[in-house]
């Protein structure tokens, strides 16, 4: 803490849309009770104004997609009592994961009319591939009352109080009809971890797996129950190759049905 009393609090941006930034934004009163009880120290996307080091907490949105981020991502762990990582890009790679093991050299050609000053990876990955991370806040984007209890919870240093169970109950907390046993939809629900308040599942669509796996998910079991309704290898493929394609578990089910 600094002699102000105050807990220092810096959010900082890889390779990701902002989104994630942009949800702490936009949780107005609740953040300027956040902006009165820490020093923002550095936030770009909020304020000009940057603060050195060291801080208390740091906000870490995106993913490691060029070498320069993958430095930099050190000196972040470096200068940070506690860093938590907001978002699918964070956490598990985001849609530029989608580009793991594919030619990314003969994207770039196809894109860019020079490519050579095209500086990426190989490969988009979590925040946790390489350093040490606290906390790991899901979503596409967060919800930002669950960054508010990850904020409050590191502010007086006890663990966040984020649910790692289904989308599933949230839609019996809804009282919402499932849509996989009722409509015969294709849902990520029963291995995707809670936080969207069931929002397609809701409006009679499965869900899409935003905040990825949820704890000890089956995915094997949720493959074959797709596949029993006629879904076919290839788009249960791509359903686990989405917005946390390079989680773990989504990941190893994406590759059991490659073809």
């Known amino acids: 803490m600094e002699e102000t009393g105050k807990a220092k609090l810096a959010v900082w941006k890889f390779a990701s849309c902002d989104g994630c930034q942009l949800s702490l934004l936009d949780c107005e009163d609740e953040f300027l009770a956040v902006a009165d009880a820490v020093e923002i120290a550095h936030f770009p996307e909020a304020t000009r104004a940057s603060a050195p080091g060291p801080y208390d907490l740091s906000l870490v949105e995106g993913s490691i997609a060029t070498e320069a981020d993958r430095a930099r991502i050190l000196e972040v762990r470096k200068q940070s009592k506690r860093v938590v990582t907001i978002g699918a890009c964070a ?20 894109v860019y009319a020079q490519p050579q000053y095209i500086d990426a990876l190989a490969a988009s990955t979590p925040i946790a591939d390489h350093i040490d991370v606290d906390f790991e ?20 240093e006890r663990r ?19 849509v996989m046993a009722a409509g015969s939809e294709p849902c990520m629900g029963p291995v995707t971890q809670a936080g969207c308040g069931a929002i397609c599942p809701a409006y009679r669509r499965g869900c899409y797996g935003c905040y990825g796996p949820m704890e000890q998910p089956n995915t094997a079991a949720l493959a074959r129950q797709w596949a029993d309704l006629g879904v076919s290898r290839r788009r249960i493929h791509d359903a686990f190759r989405s917005f946390n394609a390079a989680a773990p578990a989504f990941k190893a089910e994406a590759d059991a049905h490659a073809d």
């Open 91 to 110: 956490a598990a790679g985001g849609i530029q994961a989608l580009r793991n093991g594919r030619d990314v050299a003969a994207f770039a050609a196809a």
């Open 160 to 178: 966040p109080a984020i649910p790692t169970h289904s989308v599933c109950l949230e839609c019996k907390a809804r009282g919402v009809v499932c």
């Open 137 to 156: 806040l899901r979503g596409c984007p967060i919800n930002k009352r669950q960054l508010l209890e990850v904020i409050s919870a590191f502010l007086v």
